[in-house]
């Protein structure tokens, strides 16, 4: 079954240093999404994709945080610099389009900033 | 903007009994509705959703949900549960493009 890949899982980095994240969509979906996870609520979207085009960005904190998906297939996420209050859980999703179309997750990236 | 609620942080149940987790929404449009689970360190897992048609939608591992267009709800459900059904529930709607996810309720099924 084709699964949603993310790396690294597990990431510690210190203070105002850069990190990014990869991840590679089911094969075939045109939409994809980052979530970040903080420990104990829901998944907050920070953007959307729909091919290489970015379709909601609104929640990206966009002074520090990038992303991108320039060929329309994989992604990566941004942090430069990284804030203590960045760590979370990193989460990426994709869907055959955006609509009615369930999402499909990837195992998540764990960022500690120390 | 649309907003989800899950009223209710925790919900503890026999294993065997009904069980029941609670959503509430808030929307312009026509929602599409939808539940997800989280296992312990995994990610997200797609339960079910509501798009149009029949009220009463079922899912994965036994469970359904149902949609109320008046009371604005979308309750997950299930006749007898598991305590491997333990884990953390999420709520979420879609309203054009913009998707929001509920805080979450955990389940917690004794045996």
């Known amino acids: 079954e084709a699964e949603v890949a993310q790396s690294p899982r597990y990431k510690i980095t210190e203070k105002s240093q850069a990190v990014a994240f990869w991840c590679d969509p089911i094969?075939?979906?045109?939409?994809l999404y980052w979530y970040r996870q903080i420990l104990g609520q829901g998944p907050e979207l920070l953007v959307q994709?729909?091919?290489?085009?970015?379709?909601?960005d609104s929640q990206l904190p966009k002074d520090r945080f990038s992303a991108e998906r320039l060929k329309g297939v994989d992604s990566t996420l941004k942090i430069q610099p990284a804030e203590l209050g960045d760590s979370a859980m990193y989460l990426c999703?994709?869907?055959?389009?955006?609509?009615?179309?369930?999402?499909?997750f990837g195992p998540g990236t764990r960022l500690t900033v120390t | 903007a649309q907003s989800v609620a899950q009223p209710e942080d925790q919900v503890n149940v026999a294993e065997g009994n009904p069980l029941t987790v609670k959503c509430t929404y808030s929307?312009?449009?026509?929602?599409?509705l939808f539940w997800y689970v989280q296992y312990p360190n995994r990610g997200l897992q797609f339960l079910l959703k509501?798009?149009?048609?029949?009220?009463l939608v079922k899912g994965s591992y036994g469970f359904e949900a149902e949609f109320n267009k008046s009371q604005t709800s979308f309750h997950l459900k299930k006749p007898s549960a598991l305590v491997s059904d333990s884990a953390l529930y999420f709520c979420?709607?879609?309203?054009?493009?913009?998707?929001?996810f509920g805080p979450g309720t955990r389940l917690s099924v004794l045996p």
């Open positions: 994709f729909q091919d290489e085009s970015v379709v909601d």
């Open positions: 509501y798009i149009t048609g029949d009220n």
């Open positions: 929307v312009s449009g026509n929602p599409y």
């Open positions: 999703a994709s869907s055959l389009y955006v609509g009615s179309y369930e999402q499909y």
């Open positions: 094969s075939g979906h045109a939409t």
């Open positions: 979420a709607v879609q309203d054009g493009q913009n998707f929001v």
